[in-house]
């Protein structure tokens, strides 16, 4: 049967019967399929299978005739069902398209969102809406160039920070309209072509650029050390965006059942309010922690913790999901086994024994025996004098020390000549799982639990100390600054990731 799928079908709705299961749909896609069957607030969307990112990559590329004709078949059902036209310029449904392969790879392949966007959209925006629409239009280049296009990050980032510095922040519909212009320019000037207006040709090149992800270099490097197989591909998910920028009632955020570094029943996670995805996930903004959404959204975090509460339930295992509130309203867009540590695991599955969630032969199965080594990590002494430079968050637990450099590749040659290094980072990014491989923990100025770098030091057993916003970093100069303190690329620090302190000088 799933031969035949996988021969006759390649692209299935949310809520379309699918026999191929995580190999097919890969762990997102079947995560969204499951959360739509269990009648959980899921936006509308379909996803295109491994199979024809296999295809996709087999042959080189490009998207064959017959799949461009499929996706724009469940395009036109979406849109129905939306009530709104991909590409109207009048009243636009936007898309985003998610990576997700059958094994969980954090962060470490594409996501482009706010899909449809175009200058018509623009031009005809209600005055009410021009402010949102212009920031998901300046997003959708700033991601589209970088991903599709390949476009270096920092030309979007010296344009935005000028146009910050100019206006200030946050920025008014003029400083968008500026921004908007200016990172067209980047575009055109990167590319020779303007952006596309073209919504479809948005949205193909999209879902090419997801699949061409699944060989990108630092995907490559995660794979090898997780012994994951190249050739299982990933799917790419096309859903309805939903806003967690759209007003002052509206907030993004990333949340785990149990805590992720300790196992302690009980929410645990950050949210952004007026925030995108992104915001919250790549670190550049310090969130707040999601109790606080019982202050400010009450009723959308009381929907949340029984999703939350229900999700465990069904996979009996601890959740890591990622929500929207758009409006008031929730909108759950992921959900997945939870990254944790040796600790957590241990936890977890002793305390969902006793809550009847696994027997006991499950809860031992449950516990990687490899992560273990984790639990022998050093700690500080708590009898040593320190000098405590700073607190951030306790991101990842276990203390490191090393020589402080600011860039992966440093950190995998200084490592290479037997020095321990701590990576100090603004914030990290995926490009950076090398330096993340090799260094002994990791320090960020941006960020908090949920950040790129909390996540993947917690599953690769790093201690990390993330937001720490005391620290103040010049790349160009090579230094970090904290208070009166300099730290020069090659100074000795150390952290605790068990309580986010920063430390002046090489403990051993």
Not at 141 to 152: C, D, K, P, S, T
Not at 238 to 250: C, K, P, T, Y
Request: glycine letters at 10%; aromatic letters at 6%.
């Amino acid at each position: 049967m799933t031969d035949q799928l996988v021969l006759d079908q390649l692209v299935f709705d949310f809520d379309e019967p699918c026999d191929g299961g995580r190999d097919l749909l890969g762990g997102k896609g079947l995560g969204l399929a499951e959360m739509t069957a269990l009648g959980l607030p899921v936006p509308l969307g379909f996803t295109v299978t491994t199979e024809a990112c296999r295809r996709y990559l087999d042959h080189h590329g490009p998207l064959p005739p017959e799949l461009h004709a499929e996706i724009a078949r469940h395009l036109g059902e979406l849109e129905r069902r939306a009530g709104k036209r991909y590409g109207d310029p009048l009243n636009p449904l936007l898309l985003s398209v998610r990576s997700g392969g059958p094994v969980s790879m954090p962060g470490m392949m594409e996501t482009i969102l706010n899909l449809g966007v175009t200058d018509a959209a623009i031009r005809q925006a209600p005055l009410h809406d021009l402010r949102f629409m212009l920031d998901a239009y300046r997003r959708l280049i700033q991601m589209y160039g970088e991903v599709v296009a390949g476009i270096e990050h920092e030309r979007f980032a010296h344009e935005l920070k000028r146009v910050e510095e100019g206006h200030g922040a946050p920025l008014t519909i003029d400083a968008l309209f500026e921004l908007v212009h200016a990172y067209g320019e980047v575009y055109l000037s990167a590319t020779g072509t303007g952006f596309p207006q073209d919504p479809r040709e948005q949205l193909f090149n999209a879902i090419t650029a997801v699949f061409d992800s699944w060989n990108a270099p630092r995907a490559h490097v995660y794979r090898c050390q997780y012994r994951i197989s190249g050739a299982l591909g990933t799917a790419a998910n096309v859903m309805q965006m939903v806003f967690g920028n759209r007003d002052a009632s509206s907030a993004t955020g990333v949340c785990f059942s149990r805590d992720p570094a300790t196992g302690q029943p009980g929410l645990y996670g950050e949210f952004l309010v007026r925030a995108q995805g992104e915001d919250i996930v790549s670190g550049a903004e310090t969130p707040e922690a999601v109790a606080r959404m019982r202050d400010v959204l009450p009723v959308a975090y009381h929907e949340l913790e029984q999703a939350v509460s229900r999700l465990e339930t069904h996979y009996r295992d601890m959740q890591d999901i990622e929500f929207t509130v758009e409006s008031g309203r929730l909108y759950i867009l992921q959900t997945r086994a939870a990254k944790r540590t040796a600790t957590a695991s241990l936890r977890a599955a002793v305390d969902m024994t006793a809550e009847g969630l696994l027997s006991r032969t499950d809860a031992i199965e449950r516990v990687d025996a490899a992560q273990l080594e984790q639990l022998l990590h050093p700690t500080i002494d708590p009898r040593t004098k320190l000098v405590v430079l700073a607190t951030g968050l306790s991101a990842s637990p276990g203390a490191a020390t090393g020589i402080a450099v600011f860039d992966a590749d440093t950190a995998v040659a200084r490592s290479a000549d037997g020095e321990g290094v701590l990576l100090v980072r603004p914030e990290t990014t995926a490009d950076d799982i090398h330096g993340l491989l090799c260094a002994s923990g990791v320090l960020t100025a941006r960020g908090g639990m949920t950040s790129h770098a909390a996540v993947v030091a917690r599953g690769l057993g790093k201690p990390c100390v993330a937001g720490c916003a005391a620290l103040e970093i010049d790349l160009d100069e090579r230094t970090a600054r904290i208070g009166d303190t300099v730290i020069r690329e090659g100074d000795p620090l150390t952290i605790d990731g068990t309580t986010g302190r920063v430390i002046l000088g090489l403990r051993r």
